[in-house]
């Protein structure tokens, strides 16, 4: 199989992966973006394109910082770049790899973000001279598409996959009827499909606001909208208040959207706890205690919600050095202001590096690939420098909201490690809470050991579904960290391969 080979592969076509791409041929890159989408524009501009030329009417639903991306779309589909969409990419390997082993300060520009959401901790302008004196130092991409599995090779690699929903594991969230408010919000972009009625919004953030409110636009009353945020959440945000003020626009949005909840009439409740979701062969209710009383809710369909995670299995395969984010409840790649990391000619940007949202996302992806340009000599540091300081400047303004976004909705512990022994914790295996919690008890010092005991994290997904909850179980029963207890250990394939796909596959003489 003849191996094409590209400057720049680009894994995702979400606002990230589209700027950078922007950015790269911009400088004359030759650059590859793969996504498993049909269209680009990531979750947040999912189906965008055909939204809106072929149901233009729908636009006032999503809002018009939706309706925004299609001209960014038009833009990444004109620049050059070879968008290669139904792409899975389900292995990244890098042939020659080189540590990078640099902790100097950063470069003259770069920035500090705010506490609790740093991305300066990876290596900076003097590791990535590495890659300068490097050449041939490819990067090979298998991913497979409606024609079947290809092979692609890269100078330079850059992971934008995004983010998606934090797992929510809670008595009864494996029923039938139960979904994400995220798959509410891709059926009704993708086909215009809304949730079966009753419906009730359950968790915290602001998806639930705003999928409440697109839900109200395209015809659907929610029953209600049954907050999680703790008391004392509101408290711990008053600190970082002042930043978010700075912020473009974000208070005011989520202001928004809570005036348009009162005026609709839909039933609000706040610091909700003991939630279970009751029924047989399917969803029936929502029961939970708030404001001192129990509430039993009749619903047809659930929509859970904590926030979103970093979309890391793909850069967690290539073993890159990452930290516990305590503030977003996560995993995250160390990077630097630039989203280089620890392992040359691989970069992460956007959400898969620490949730920013995306118009920080759009930033960061710009950053990265003015960085590539300059690796591999397109433009000089003066050129990059000069370039980069207008990105800079937005995207410190669109993580200064962070700090307080990250501790207002930051998900109680009920929601993150389950109190009820019986509560399934990996759903591709079926493995509960308690097996899990009796597991730490014996001693099972991690994830990774504890697959062996129960098949935990060894399903289609490789842990996506249940890692973090295993990490803090783990690190709760034993009154460890989630630092000390880590995460799982991802292989490739990352993603469902037949054996088939594989053999076909032939190899480059040296890799």
């Not at 199989?1 to 590209?6: L, N």
């Not at 040359?344 to 340009?373: K, N, Q, R, T």
């Not at 062996?452 to 009154?479: D, K, N, W, Y």
Request: aromatic share 6%; glycine share 10%; hydrophobic share 45%.
């Amino acid at each position: 199989m003849t191996v094409e080979r590209f400057d720049l592969a680009i894994v995702g076509a979400g606002p990230a992966g589209m700027a950078a791409a922007l950015e790269a041929r911009r400088n004359r890159l030759r650059t590859v973006v793969l996504d498993e989408q049909p269209t680009p524009g990531g979750q947040v501009w999912r189906n965008i394109e055909s939204v809106t030329t072929r149901r233009p009417q729908d636009l006032f639903v999503f809002g018009s910082e939706y309706a925004d991306g299609f001209s960014f779309a038009q833009r990444f589909r004109a620049c050059g770049a070879d968008f290669r969409p139904g792409a899975r990419v389900w292995q990244v390997e890098v042939a020659t790899p080189v540590a990078a082993q640099a902790r100097d300060p950063d470069p003259p520009g770069a920035f500090v973000l705010p506490s609790g959401s740093a991305l300066d901790t990876g290596p900076d302008d003097e590791a990535v001279h590495v890659e300068r004196r490097r050449t041939g130092a490819d990067r090979h991409l298998f991913y497979t598409d409606a024609r079947g599995a290809h092979h692609v090779a890269a100078r330079h690699v850059l992971v934008a996959t995004g983010a998606y929903e934090r797992p929510v594991p809670v008595p009864g969230w494996t029923l039938p009827g139960v979904l994400t408010c995220g798959a509410a919000q891709v059926m009704l972009k993708t086909a215009a499909m809304v949730p079966g009625s009753p419906v009730v919004l359950v968790g915290s953030g602001p998806l639930v606001l705003l999928l409440a409110v697109q839900l109200l636009r395209a015809g659907v009353k929610p029953a209600a909208v049954v907050g999680t945020v703790p008391s004392g959440n509101y408290l711990r945000a008053a600190a970082r208040l002042w930043p978010a003020l700075l912020a473009p626009g974000y208070l005011s949005k989520g202001l928004s959207l809570i005036g348009a909840l009162r005026r609709s009439g839909v039933a609000r409740f706040a610091a909700a706890t003991e939630l279970r979701i009751e029924g047989t062969a399917r969803a029936e209710a929502v029961a939970f205690r708030s404001g001192g009383r129990e509430h039993r809710i009749a619903a047809q369909t659930v929509l859970l919600h904590q926030g979103v995670v970093p979309n890391a299995n793909l850069w967690q395969s290539l073993g890159l050095e990452h930290y516990w984010d305590a503030a977003q409840r996560c995993f995250r790649p160390a990077v630097d202001t630039w989203g280089n990391t620890t392992l040359a000619g691989v970069l992460v940007a956007g959400d898969s590096a620490g949730i920013g949202g995306a118009e920080a996302a759009l930033f960061a992806g710009e950053l990265s690939g003015l960085s590539i340009a300059w690796q591999q000599r397109r433009i000089d540091t003066a050129e990059r420098d000069r370039r980069a300081w207008l990105a800079r400047r937005a995207l410190k303004a669109h993580w200064s909201v962070r700090p307080f976004l990250d501790r207002l909705y930051q998900p109680p512990s009920a929601m993150r490690v389950p109190a009820d022994d019986d509560t399934i914790v990996c759903r591709c295996e079926e493995v509960t809470a308690g097996e899990v919690r009796q597991l730490a008890l014996t001693g099972v010092p991690g994830p990774n050991q504890m697959k062996a005991f129960s098949r935990c994290g060894m399903g289609p997904c490789q842990g996506r579904m249940c890692g973090l909850t295993v990490t803090e179980l783990i690190a709760a029963t034993q009154h460890r960290t989630p630092s000390e207890v880590g995460c799982f250990r991802v292989r490739a394939p990352v993603l469902p391969v037949t054996v088939g796909e594989v053999a076909d596959l032939e190899r480059p003489s040296g890799s």
